[in-house]
């Protein structure tokens, strides 16, 4: 069971330390409420594209920034689907998006697996090797059909 609404709150607001901490908390909640609706759309290939930023900034990379992103994007994806955990793609894609911003190099997974409905689909983001927002266990499940990264073209797996 998810913890109340108050004490939600609290860690979040907890998280904005900076001026730059709500900006990025606002940019990543209006980027998951369009990634919600564009999903359905647009082509895969092209909403990733509209969601690869060029890199902003100073150019350094910071594994705090970077960690960050990866809570406040979760948030985020709770936040629009209230009664659930979030959507995979919707939380992928902006913290792919936001970490390209942040001069990381991620790469933005799509696989697939078997399932007892039939195909299950999975999306995640895999930063210096490892998944950011998964467990390496639970996206090894997954055969990666798909996969992107900023300045190259899509590779595909299967």
Not at 64 to 76: D, F, L, V
Request: glycine share 10%; charged share 25%.
């Amino acid at each position: 069971m998810s913890p109340p609404l108050a004490i939600r709150v609290r860690r979040v607001l907890g998280e904005l330390e900076t001026a730059d901490d709500l900006r990025l908390g606002i940019r990543i909640l209006g980027a998951t409420l369009f990634v919600r609706v564009a999903k359905h759309v647009l082509p895969l290939h092209r909403l990733v594209a509209l969601m690869t930023p060029t890199p902003g900034g100073d150019g350094v990379r910071d594994p705090r920034r970077e960690a960050r992103i990866a809570r406040m994007a979760g948030w985020a994806a709770r936040a629009v689907r209230p009664f659930g955990e979030g959507n995979c793609l919707e939380r992928s894609l902006v913290v792919y998006r936001e970490l390209v911003r942040a001069h990381a190099m991620p790469q933005l997974h799509m696989g697939f697996k078997s399932g007892a409905s039939g195909v299950e689909g999975h999306a995640w983001v895999v930063l210096d090797g490892r998944p950011i927002c998964d467990s390496a266990a639970r996206c090894a499940e997954y055969g990666v059909a798909m996969t992107f990264s900023p300045g190259r073209s899509p590779v595909r797996t299967a």
